[in-house]
Structures are given as structure tokens and as C-alpha cells.
């Protein structure tokens, strides 16, 4: 929700209203605006529960999976991705965005990027711990190669970051405590960073741990002709 953000998601579209699909819709956040911009958009996602909560956000939403779009060929004019590619298989994912891609449609892809490639290592080890269900990280050279790869030209690069904030308890609702505890895990990171990425700020202490977190937003293009 920070403002920086989700002011990267926008895009000024040549006709309104376009259509818009947000892919991994989760609340229907990334696709807001548009709807607010009176373009047709729709969301899809793998959990009820959250389309559930996007509906108020776009005019239609599906029950679908990234790797397989319920839509035909060439049926949009926008796709938006937005903190989900690490959930999922990168490649096949974006093999189906650009599927659903009208000739010259764009894509917006958005997430949380390791601070550099040197850091990436650490970064990894980080979060495969205090957040185990993310699949992959991505750097900003990787996620600009697998663009790429699935056809599609760079556009334009956003970058941002924000420092984020969080309580050893919330750790703990969503991993398992590694063997040497929380407080001794975050001291470790703490000093591989100061090392490695001092840029990234991480600081731990009594209860809660803070680090600036590395944000890129890419603008690309459906390359050649359909």
C-alpha cells in the first residue's frame, strides 16, 4: 500500500477502456486504479479467498492459476503483475501473459528485488527463512533476462525502496524458528549486510527488526508481431 508504489503501477493507456487483467490479483489491488480510470478489468487468482476481496476492485473475477490464464489468445490490452512471480514458475508465467497479450500490449511486473547481485546469497538465505513459501528470488538483472526470454521488450525500469519494519512474533507466524532463535538468526543477517549491503540498513532489536527493502517495478512491451 505504500503510495511510491502503487504509484509505479500506473500506466496511461491509449484506449479507454482497455482491458485489463490483473494476474495473481491477490485483493485486487494492482488493478484499482484502472478501474477507477473506467478501463474493464479483471482479476485472477488461485485463492477464492482473495477474489473474494478483489471483486469491489474490478468487474470480474476468475478462479485461475498464472500457469494456465482461463482466457483466449491476444485478449487484453494490459497485463499486471504485482508481488506474485516468486510464488510460481517464472517462466511459464510469463509465457501465459504474453499469450494474453493483444500485438503491442504491455505487461507491468512488480516485486521485491534482491539489493544487489553480491547480496543475493544472503539475501536468499534470508528469506527462504522468515518467509518459506516464496519459491524464488529475483534480482534485477534476472527478472529483466526472463522478460525478455518470454518476448518481451524492457519498457522502462521503476525503481523504489521503503524500510520495512517488523516484531519477532510475526516471524513466527509464518516460519519455524531456526535452532540458534530469532534474536541470534537476525544478528547474524544483521552483520552478513553491514558486510555485504549496508545500503540495506538492517538493524535488529529487542523485539523488532528493520531493513530497507528493494522495490523494481518494470514497464515491458509484446514484442513483434502475433
Given at each position: 500500500?505504500?503510495?511510491?508504489?502503487?504509484?509505479?503501477?500506473?500506466?496511461?493507456?491509449?484506449?479507454?477502456?482497455?482491458?485489463?487483467?490483473?494476474?495473481?490479483?491477490?485483493?485486487?489491488?494492482?488493478?484499482?486504479?484502472?478501474?477507477?480510470?473506467?478501463?474493464?478489468?479483471?482479476?485472477?487468482?488461485?485463492?477464492?479467498?482473495?477474489?473474494?476481496?478483489?471483486?469491489?476492485?474490478?468487474?470480474?473475477?476468475?478462479?485461475?492459476?498464472?500457469?494456465?490464464?482461463?482466457?483466449?489468445?491476444?485478449?487484453?490490452?494490459?497485463?499486471?503483475?504485482?508481488?506474485?512471480?516468486?510464488?510460481?514458475?517464472?517462466?511459464?508465467?510469463?509465457?501465459?501473459?504474453?499469450r494474453v497479450l493483444r500485438?503491442?500490449?504491455?505487461?507491468?511486473?512488480?516485486?521485491?528485488?534482491?539489493?544487489?547481485?553480491?547480496?543475493?546469497?544472503?539475501?536468499?538465505?534470508?528469506?527462504?527463512?522468515?518467509?518459506?513459501?516464496?519459491?524464488?528470488?529475483?534480482?534485477?538483472?534476472?527478472?529483466?533476462?526472463?522478460?525478455?526470454?518470454?518476448?518481451?521488450?524492457?519498457?522502462?525500469?521503476?525503481?523504489?525502496?521503503?524500510?520495512?519494519?517488523?516484531?519477532?512474533?510475526?516471524?513466527?507466524?509464518?516460519?519455524?524458528?531456526?535452532?540458534?532463535?530469532?534474536?541470534?538468526?537476525?544478528?547474524?543477517?544483521?552483520?552478513?549486510?553491514?558486510?555485504?549491503?549496508?545500503?540495506?540498513?538492517?538493524?535488529?532489536?529487542?523485539?523488532?527488526?528493520?531493513?530497507?527493502?528493494?522495490?523494481?517495478?518494470i514497464v515491458a512491451q509484446?514484442?513483434?508481431?502475433?
Open positions: 500500500t505504500d503510495p511510491t508504489l502503487l504509484a509505479h503501477l500506473k500506466l496511461t493507456l491509449p484506449d479507454t477502456p482497455a482491458d485489463v487483467l490483473d494476474i495473481g490479483s491477490g485483493t485486487g489491488l494492482a488493478a484499482a486504479w484502472y478501474s477507477a480510470e473506467g478501463h474493464r478489468c479483471i482479476g485472477v487468482d488461485l485463492s477464492p479467498q482473495m477474489s473474494v476481496r478483489a471483486a469491489p476492485r474490478v468487474i470480474l473475477t476468475n478462479f485461475g492459476s498464472a500457469l494456465d490464464l482461463p482466457y483466449f489468445d491476444q485478449s487484453f490490452d494490459l497485463a499486471l503483475m504485482r508481488q506474485m512471480l516468486h510464488y510460481t514458475e517464472p517462466e511459464l508465467a510469463l509465457q501465459e501473459a504474453f500485438p503491442n500490449g504491455k505487461l507491468i511486473l512488480s516485486g521485491a528485488i534482491s539489493p544487489s547481485l553480491s547480496a543475493r546469497p544472503v539475501w536468499e538465505e534470508f528469506k527462504n527463512v522468515t518467509q518459506p513459501l516464496r519459491l524464488r528470488i529475483f534480482s534485477a538483472e534476472s527478472l529483466q533476462q526472463l522478460l525478455q526470454a518470454a518476448g518481451f521488450d524492457i519498457v522502462e525500469n521503476r525503481h523504489a525502496s521503503l524500510m520495512r519494519v517488523e516484531r519477532f512474533a510475526t516471524l513466527a507466524q509464518r516460519a519455524l524458528e531456526p535452532v540458534s532463535g530469532w534474536p541470534k538468526f537476525l544478528t547474524m543477517m544483521q552483520k552478513l549486510f553491514s558486510q555485504i549491503a549496508p545500503e540495506m540498513e538492517f538493524t535488529v532489536g529487542e523485539d523488532t527488526f528493520s531493513y530497507r527493502q528493494f522495490w523494481l517495478t509484446k514484442a513483434g508481431k502475433s
